[in-house]
Every structure is written in C-alpha cells, then in structure tokens.
T-cell receptor, first 113, second 112 residues
Framework: DAGVIQSPRHEVTEMGQEVTLRCKPISGHDYLFWYRQTMMRGLELLIYFNNNVPIDDSGMPEDRFSAKMPNASFSTLKIQPSEPRDSAVYFC???????????FGNGTRLTVT | SQQGEEDPQALSIQEGENATMNCSYKTSINNLQWYRQNSGRGLVHLILIRSNEREKHSGRLRVTLDTSKKSSSLLITASRAADTASYFCATYRIQGAQKLVFGQGTRLTINP
C-alpha cells in the first residue's frame, strides 16, 4: 500500500492567495483527518470525515478554511484568502475505523509571505 | 484543548541506554496511542493501549497505562541513534467528539 499521499510537499504563496492542499487516504479507510502542526500550538485537529461526511469541523480556525471529501479516495483543504499566520505543516491522516491507529501522510509545509 | 501532556519536553541520552517518556491526560479515555515523528516527516503509529490494559510490548517498546492516575509511559530499551525523533501520546476519549487528541511531544535525542 502506498500509504497516505499528500500534495504538494511544499507550498509558498503570498498573502491573499488561495491555497489548496490535497490528500489521498489509504484505500478502505473510512476516516480521514486534517491536522495542522506549528511549534507554538503543536498538532491541532482541524476536521475529520467518516465515509466522506464531515463529522467535526470545530477545529477549523475560521471561515477562510474549508475542506471537502468528494469521494473515498480524495480530500482537499482550502484556505482562501491565505494569511501569514496560516504558515504551518498540514497533515492528512486516515484510519480504518474510529479510535484505531492513524496513518499520516508526510505533510504539506505551507509558507504564506 | 490539550489532552495529553508529555514529560519531559526534551530528553538526551547515550546510545544503549533506556529512554522513558511520560504522558498525563485529563478525561476518561477509550485508548491511548503513542506515535513517533522524524524530522520533516509524518507521524508513525507505534502502539495502542486500551483503557482496560495495563501494559503492552512491541519489540523494544514497552507502554504502561494507569487509568487511576490518568498517565502512561513509553519505555524504549537499548536505544539506538535511529530512535532520535519526537514522541507523542494521543488519547481517544470515551465521551464527546470521537477524535484523537495529541500532546505536545517529547523530543528524544540519542547520542552515539
């Protein structure tokens, strides 16, 4: 299995631009999670899906952030407009079922200037 | 909100020594998990211990769980340079949102 695949690995953009991060979960996994990691705040859960349906988006910082999962093999996290404080590493993870081990991608390092 | 708190924040030991990291949490849990993160990479799941288990082993890893004290420990025996990484505990709560909440992690450095 290829594992969780995220793209791009690095993204540098200017403030105000739209950013789209992509994730392909492990086939057969019913749960998909988006986390954000910064030195100051650690790993924060932004949103998670179960069977493509958003279950808890309480961690999404504000309306500038949106996430979709149009099918079982693809999810996007969009930031529009981006701000310098959005700079972080964004991780996607998937799991076979709730409460089980998470499989993480290698993350997207986002830099907003 | 932060559920797991790792201790210490950083640990530096010599190769061959044992490394112990601790995790404390606040609310009742379904299970507790430990992950490793190498620099620039995603987290890798190491071990899961359920609330009705007290100890679990996996290779050189030993995890204990004390639900009465709301704490867990991760022991890495006979450490190797390749064990240098950050280690995170994560808790899966019984009530509330069904999500895994991570602590801030322990940065482990193994000196050759």
């Amino acid at each position: 299995d290829a594992g969780v695949i995220q793209s791009p690995r690095h993204e540098v953009t200017e403030m105000g631009q739209e950013v789209t991060l992509r994730c392909k979960p492990i086939s057969g996994h019913d749960y998909l999670f988006w986390y954000r990691q910064t030195m100051m705040r650690g790993l924060e859960l932004l949103i998670y899906f179960n069977n493509n349906v958003p279950i808890d988006d309480s961690g999404m910082p504000e309306d500038r952030f949106s996430a979709k999962m149009p099918n079982a093999s693809f999810s996007t996290l969009k930031i529009q407009p981006s701000e310098p404080r959005d700079s972080a590493v964004y991780f996607c993870a998937s799991s076979l079922a709730g409460g089980l081990a998470l499989h993480f991608g290698n993350g997207t390092r986002l830099t907003v200037t | 909100s932060q559920q797991g708190e790792e201790d210490p924040q950083a640990l530096s030991i010599q190769e061959g020594e044992n490394a112990t990291m601790n995790c404390s949490y606040k609310t009742s849990i379904n299970n507790l998990q430990w992950y490793r993160q190498n620099s620039g990479r995603g987290l890798v799941h190491l071990i899961l211990i359920r609330s009705n288990e007290r100890e679990k082993h996996s290779g050189r890893l030993r995890v204990t769980l004390d639900t009465s004290k709301k704490s867990s420990s991760l022991l890495i025996t006979a450490s190797r340079a390749a064990d240098t990484a950050s280690y995170f505990c994560a808790t899966y709560r019984i009530q509330g949102a069904q999500k895994l909440v991570f602590g801030q992690g322990t940065r482990l450095t193994i000196n050759p």
